[in-house]
């Protein structure tokens, strides 16, 4: 039976991190395929078990610990199999650029070896977390590595801030109006957006609609779709 877990992470690392999930697959699992949409979060993922089968759009991902960004459309589709143990970190849009010193287009439709972008220390914390069992104890170990990194983070810059502020938002705001706020034109503001993020603002912000729509319809499985689609736009 496929078990899956997730936590919200502490308090001090929320400008950073969303949450963590897990999923096991035992032995005698039959196996699926899972579709990946579109998503604007960045996200760590370390493969602890039976490495599945994880399809991206641009060629199949070997890495163990692979470190992803902003997803612009469907990026592919996961062959989960049996034996298959995965721990994730879903920070916020620019958390992991923010923590490890990445520029965010450079991870943004991409999926890395995040072993090459961090130093050996990554390589560490991935064997470490494969001689856990728990999850509640991953976790614990995957804070306190992160709280030595926001020692040395990078302080956000406006546009970093301001893909996190849309993400925060579900994307239920105007550009325009984001743009004024920090005392730019539209235009320049969605030139600057685009270069630092590696897409433009308007479908960033229609990605995170997309997203907490997803999000609502887990948490609410009863709702319709056409409730669901009325309240994000």
Same mark, same amino acid.
């Not at 849009?93 to 072993?115: C, Q, Y």
């Not at 579900?170 to 969605?190: C, D, P």
């Given at each position: 039976?496929?078990?899956?877990?997730?936590?919200?992470?502490?308090?001090?690392?929320?400008?950073?991190?969303?949450?963590?999930?897990?999923?096991?697959?035992?032995?005698?699992?039959?196996?699926?395929?899972?579709?990946?949409?579109?998503?604007?979060?960045?996200?760590?993922?370390?493969?602890? *078990?039976?490495?599945?089968?994880?399809?991206?759009?641009?060629?199949?991902?070997?890495?163990?610990?692979?470190? *992803?960004?902003?997803?612009?459309? =469907?990026?592919?589709?996961?062959?989960?199999?049996?034996?298959?143990?995965?721990?994730?970190? &879903?920070?916020?849009?620019?958390?992991?650029? +923010?923590? &490890?010193?990445?520029?965010?287009?450079?991870?943004?439709?991409? =999926?890395?070896?995040? +072993?090459?972008?961090?130093?050996?220390?990554?390589?560490?914390?991935?064997?470490?977390? *494969?001689?856990?069992?728990?999850?509640?104890?991953?976790?614990?170990?995957?804070?306190?590595?992160?709280?030595?990194?926001?020692?040395?983070?990078?302080?956000?810059?406006?546009?970093?801030?301001?893909?996190?502020?849309? &993400?925060?938002?579900?994307?239920?705001?105007?550009?325009?109006?984001?743009?004024?706020?920090?005392? =730019?034109?539209?235009?320049?503001?969605?030139?600057? =957006?685009?270069?630092?993020?590696?897409?433009?603002?308007?479908? &960033?912000?229609?990605?995170?609609?997309?997203?907490?729509?997803?999000?609502?319809?887990?948490?609410?499985?009863?709702? +319709?779709?056409?409730?669901?689609?009325?309240?994000?736009?």
């Amino acid at each position: 039976m496929q078990i899956i877990m997730s936590g919200l992470a502490r308090p001090e690392l929320r400008p950073y991190v969303r949450a963590y999930a897990q999923r096991v697959c035992e032995k005698d699992d039959s196996p699926f395929a899972i579709s990946v949409p579109a998503q604007v979060e960045q996200i760590l993922n370390f493969e602890l *078990g039976v490495m599945p089968g994880i399809h991206h759009r641009d060629g199949l991902i070997s890495e163990v610990v692979a470190v *992803g960004g902003t997803q612009t459309a =469907f990026s592919g589709y996961l062959d989960v199999r049996p034996g298959v143990e995965s721990f994730a970190v &879903f920070f916020q849009p620019a958390g992991w650029s +923010t923590l &490890f010193k990445t520029p965010i287009h450079e991870v943004t439709n991409r =999926f890395m070896d995040a +072993t090459t972008v961090v130093d050996s220390s990554m390589r560490l914390l991935w064997n470490r977390l *494969g001689e856990i069992c728990s999850f509640e104890a991953r976790v614990q170990l995957v804070e306190e590595y992160l709280l030595r990194k926001v020692r040395s983070a990078l302080f956000p810059d406006l546009i970093a801030a301001s893909a996190n502020f849309i &993400f925060k938002e579900r994307g239920a705001l105007r550009i325009a109006t984001l743009a004024g706020y920090h005392s =730019f034109g539209l235009r320049q503001f969605e030139r600057r =957006f685009e270069r630092e993020i590696g897409v433009s603002p308007k479908s &960033f912000a229609r990605i995170a609609r997309f997203q907490s729509a997803l999000d609502a319809k887990l948490v609410a499985p009863q709702r +319709t779709w056409l409730d669901i689609a009325h309240t994000f736009g």
